[in-house]
């Protein structure tokens, strides 16, 4: 996603910190419990959370919308092309 930083997801950091290596997601999206917005972007505490969530346990807890993620992508698509037209 882009955003206003230079965070990045990092696959390795998130397997050892259980999904917070999702960064870019987070930073993107920085009110949601869920990091790992893709199929292959494993987060365990979003389990946890959602477990503690219907456990009544945790309450207000927040997910990105789907329809927000494609929003998203499509943003940065177009970012990025008039990026490339900037810079050559």
Do not use: M
């Amino acid at each position: 996603f882009v955003t206003r930083d230079l965070s990045t997801n990092n696959w390795w950091v998130a397997i050892l910190t259980f999904g917070e290596g999702w960064h870019n997601n987070h930073h993107a999206h920085p009110v949601s419990a869920r990091h790992g917005l893709k199929w292959y972007e494993v987060d365990v505490n979003w389990y946890g959370i959602w477990a503690l969530k219907k456990l009544g346990l945790a309450r207000h807890v927040y997910r990105v919308r789907l329809s927000e993620l494609q929003r998203r992508e499509v943003q940065g698509r177009s970012s990025a092309a008039r990026r490339e037209l900037v810079s050559v």
